[in-house]
């Protein structure tokens, strides 16, 4: 009975250890991938920000950009499940690079040293936030609602002062998309350390760790361009 008992009990660590294993695998995928995509973006616009032939095409075509990249993270979003991983993998890549392409005139727009500086600064939040978000034993789902709630008045209230040209919402919705930004970091964490319990290893653990990289790598970059606005400062 003694020993019934105890082949039990290794037959229930070990199924604890492999979940576990595959959780582990799985966020690690998830963080690689979009350090990856960070790394991706950041060679990018240092390239096209060091050449003057490749920042006026920018220039020329920077809404056409704009579009395209909107239409390729939607799409990705949308699609992931349909697509195959190398698909998906090469999408997330393609849209890495294409982040760097429409993020390079930020080196035209603030000095160096401050976009290096916010940079520590986006990556200490983040880190710090990822952590709280995969330690703490409270469900954020509900905060995480309510910041998805805010981010879309967020994203209505900037496209309107685009035409009212108001200062002080501009620096408010700053302000306010930084906090969002910041719950959303921990919320998305916490996500994807449970996804990473039920999903099973393959092909279908590669598109969803390109999808949660996708959406830590855009909490990261729209928190890292509103902090910019803040310690930016100004060439001129």
Known sequence: ????????????QRSIDDIAGIQNSFMTKVYGWMSAGLVITALVAMFV??????????ANNY???IIAQFG?????????????AVTATT?????????????????YVYPLANIGSTFLITA???????????????????????LYMALLGLILTSVV????????????????????????????????R???????????AQKMAIHGALSLYLDFINLFLLLLRFFGGSRD
């Open 124 to 146: 200490g939040t983040f880190i710090g936030m990822s952590i709280f978000g995969l330690t703490t034993k409270r469900d954020l789902t509900s905060m995480g609602n309510l």
């Open 63 to 65: 809404w056409i950009l």
């Open 1 to 12: 009975m003694r020993q019934q008992q105890d082949y039990a009990f290794q037959r229930s």
């Open 72 to 84: 390729l993270v939607i799409f990705l979003s949308a699609r992931i499940h349909k697509m195959s």
């Open 194 to 204: 449970d996804m990473g319990y039920q999903i099973a290893d393959g092909e279908s």
């Open 49 to 58: 920000a060091n050449n003057a032939s490749n920042m006026a095409l920018v």
């Open 161 to 192: 002062n685009i035409f009212l040209g108001s200062s002080l919402v501009y620096w408010i919705s700053s302000a306010v998309g930084v906090l969002i930004f910041v719950g959303l970091i921990a919320f998305d964490s916490q996500k994807l």
């Open 91 to 107: 999408l997330f890549i393609l849209y890495s690079a294409l982040t760097g392409v429409t993020l390079s005139s930020i080196f």
